[in-house]
């Protein structure tokens, strides 16, 4: 079966730009997770979402947010973007039962 | 406040010993534990799983032991190989919360 796809892999964006990341999950897995990964800070939830509805977030700003479609596809914005907010995003799909996570390839988004 | 840890950075081991990752946490309350294995451009890939109310599991080569009283966790390689190589998460969950909290990863290098 396909994987979880994460468009775009690579992104380079100017500091206060905003930029849309996308995710796609597994068919039938209907919770998708938002993480980031820095060097040297492992990897911070970010929000996760399941059946439309936003049901965990974590200690990041507002200009960061979510939203998940129908289809469980979700996205991910974040607006008046920052230097520090270069970093791989990682979304981890699954049926929303715990442990079964399966992580896409990341877009790596770089600020200048 | 970092409640999941992987205090180093790296680690060499000889292939075909055994290679040990240890990883420590400060909350009592989360239900399992995971190790994941990430290669560079990859999501990570989940390895192995322990709930919190046991003390070992094991998968082929792959052992994950639990020290709920010194909240420590290692994973155990044996024998390892060249294609282990790579950055090793831990990170630890709750039920009813998708949230998976990491730690900073440790960096395996087999040598031939």
């Known amino acids: 079966k396909a994987g979880v796809t994460q468009t775009p892999r690579y992104l380079i964006k100017t500091r206060g730009q905003q930029v849309t990341l996308s995710c796609s999950p597994i068919?039938?897995?209907?919770?998708v997770s938002w993480y980031q990964q820095t060097p040297g800070q492992g990897l911070q939830f970010l929000f996760e979402?399941?059946?439309?509805?936003?049901?965990n977030k974590g200690n990041f700003p507002g200009r960061f947010s979510g939203r998940q479609f129908s289809n469980s596809r979700s996205e991910m914005n974040v607006s008046t973007l920052e230097l520090g907010d270069s970093a791989l995003y990682l979304c981890?799909?699954?049926?929303?039962?715990?442990?079964?996570?399966?992580f896409g390839s990341g877009t790596r988004l770089t600020v200048v | 406040d970092q409640q999941v840890k992987q205090n180093s950075p790296s680690l060499s081991v000889q292939e075909g010993r055994i290679s040990i990752l240890n990883c420590d946490y400060t909350?009592?309350?989360?239900?399992?534990f995971l190790w994941y294995k990430k290669y560079p451009a990859e999501g990570p890939t989940f390895l192995i799983s322990i709930s919190s109310i046991k003390d070992k599991n094991e998968d082929g080569r792959f052992t994950v032991f639990l020290n709920k009283s010194a909240k420590h966790l290692s994973l155990h390689i044996v024998p390892s190989q060249p294609g282990d190589s790579a950055v090793y998460f831990c990170?630890?969950?709750?039920?009813?919360?998708?949230?998976?909290?990491f730690g900073t990863g440790t960096r395996l290098t087999i040598i031939p």
């Open positions: 990170a630890a969950g709750s039920f009813g919360n998708e949230k998976l909290t």
């Open positions: 981890a799909t699954g049926t929303g039962s715990n442990y079964g996570y399966t």
């Open positions: 909350n009592s309350m989360f239900d399992y």
């Open positions: 068919s039938g897995h209907r919770s």
């Open positions: 979402y399941f059946s439309e509805t936003q049901r």
